[in-house]
């Protein structure tokens, strides 16, 4: 049981925008910055995004943070075939640890 | 090229113990924090430990506190991660990860990761 909540699975067709969530709580999202990693098949982890919402360099503007309260979400515009990944949202928590979602697959139909 | 290669993992039995390394080329270890991320087989991302640029402080999971140990040797631009008392449940690829400058929590470089398995 993963400590910031994701849904197991999103989907989406090319050009499409799709939106993956992530919950937690006052003590993690609510207090600290929420950050994205993309994880293509078989390889490590990539930063998306960091502090709820900037990107790294490298990282297309088709992908955007946005963080509320006690939950953010990912947003991906003009889906590619490529962006077909796991996603993972992660946030520093109070108790003094790091703390992950527990991933999103997404599928491009 | 800004790098980190993790090397050291294997298979153990259970009560054994293990130790990673992780190499950084491109950049110097002593000006950024540390990290240690886990992913078991089919599994999600698991954050296992953090230390800062001085090695002063150091945060651990609650799955692996007391025993596992991280340090860095900021003369050998490594990082280290020395693991006792393995169980079945630490079966997993182990990544070294360095924390973005300025935001200790984001890790923007990754290396490629090492597999621990520990099994009888």
């Known amino acids: 049981q993963s400590v910031l909540t994701q849904p197991p699975s999103a989907s989406g067709t090319p050009g499409q925008r799709v939106t993956i969530s992530c919950s937690g709580s006052?003590?993690?999202?609510?207090?600290?910055?929420v950050n994205w990693y993309q994880q293509l098949p078989g390889t490590a982890p990539k930063l998306l995004i960091y502090?709820?919402?900037q990107r790294p360099s490298g990282v297309p503007d088709r992908f955007s943070g946005s963080k509320s309260g006690t939950s953010a979400s990912l947003a991906i515009s003009g889906l590619q075939s490529e962006d077909e990944a796991d996603y993972y949202c992660?946030?520093?928590?109070?108790?003094?640890?790091?703390?992950f979602g527990g991933g999103t697959k997404l599928t491009v139909l | 090229e800004v790098q980190l290669v993790e090397s050291g993992g294997g298979l153990v039995q259970p009560g054994g113990s293990l130790r990673l390394s992780c190499a950084a080329s491109?950049?110097?270890?002593?000006?950024?924090?540390m990290n240690w991320v886990r992913q078991a087989p089919g599994k999600g991302l698991e954050w296992v430990s953090y230390?800062?640029?001085?090695?002063?402080?150091?945060y651990y999971a609650d799955s692996v506190k007391g025993r596992f140990s991280i340090s860095r040797d900021n003369a050998k631009n490594s990082l280290y991660l020395q693991m006792n008392s393995l169980r079945a449940e630490d079966t997993a690829v182990y990544y070294c990860?360095?924390?973005?400058?300025?935001?200790?929590?984001?890790?923007?470089?990754w290396g490629q990761g090492t597999m621990v398995t520990v099994s009888s």
């Open positions: 990860a360095r924390s973005l400058s300025g935001n200790e929590d984001a890790f923007d470089i």
């Open positions: 491109g950049f110097t270890v002593s000006s950024f924090e």
């Open positions: 230390i800062s640029t001085t090695g002063r402080t150091i």
């Open positions: 006052s003590s993690n999202i609510g207090t600290h910055n």
């Open positions: 502090s709820n919402n």
């Open positions: 992660a946030a520093w928590d109070d108790s003094l640890k790091g703390v």
